[in-house]
């Protein structure tokens, strides 16, 4: 069965801190998205990334950095966190024109 | 570029009483997949049901879409909604291999 897991799945942080989110997939899917939801605003797409090396700047990519160092595994950078950052992240992995799998999502305040 | 517009932010229903849930789209390709994902309370979307046949209905647990293409819709119905539809839709667009695009969802209300 598809598998996307997050890491943290909570998470407080400082203004001006660095956050590092993690994504692991098991689907062995090319491509993986980062997203945050916020009320109002639906899924908004951050970064995301054809394979492994690559990344590609989505509709809201200011504030954050994405690195795929795998095939499995997809990070979301906050160099200096911001309360605007606050929101509930999602991480997904797709192939082609397919549907997206989407993890269970990690909560970050930044405070 | 390539959009989707859900119009309706909430809608809220008794039991039993039909759904349809709107959702356009806006593309410059000619046959873009369309799909209808799901999101209950405190879990991460999944997808509903999907299509990329014009004109074709398309069914999965209870609900149904169909995409027409000459008005650019992919509308989600279901004959008589039950407490458990109550949730957040999110109408997607895809025509190429990389990413989806996604409305800003209708959350949908159902009450007894």
């Known amino acids: 069965e598809a598998a996307v897991t997050q890491s943290p799945r909570n998470k407080v942080a400082v203004t001006g801190g660095k956050v590092t989110l993690s994504c692991n997939q098991t689907?062995?899917?090319?491509?993986m998205y980062w997203y945050r939801q916020d009320t109002g605003h639906g899924l908004r797409l951050i970064h995301y990334s054809y394979g492994a090396g690559s990344t590609e700047k989505g509709d809201i990519p200011d504030g954050y950095k994405a690195s795929r160092p795998s095939q499995e595994n997809f990070s979301l950078i906050l160099e200096l966190a911001t309360p605007s950052q606050t929101s509930v992240y999602f991480c997904?992995?797709?192939?082609?024109?397919?549907?997206?799998?989407f993890g269970p999502g990690t909560r970050l305040t930044v405070l | 570029g390539d959009s989707v517009t859900q119009t309706e932010g909430l809608v809220t229903l008794t039991e039993g009483l039909p759904v349809m849930l709107n959702c356009t789209y806006q593309t410059i390709y000619s046959n873009p997949f369309l799909f209808w994902y799901v999101q209950h309370l405190n879990e991460s979307p999944r997808l509903l049901l999907k299509?990329?046949?014009?004109?074709k209905r398309t069914e999965h647990q209870g609900f149904h879409a169909t995409l027409h293409k000459s008005s650019s819709s992919f509308h989600l119905q279901k004959s008589s909604a039950q407490l458990s539809d109550s949730a957040l839709y999110y109408c997607a667009l895809s025509e190429s291999n990389n990413r989806i695009f996604f409305g800003d969802g209708t959350q949908l209300v159902v009450k007894p």
């Open positions: 689907n062995n899917h090319n491509n």
């Open positions: 299509s990329f046949t014009d004109n």
């Open positions: 997904a992995s797709g192939e082609g024109l397919y549907e997206q799998y």
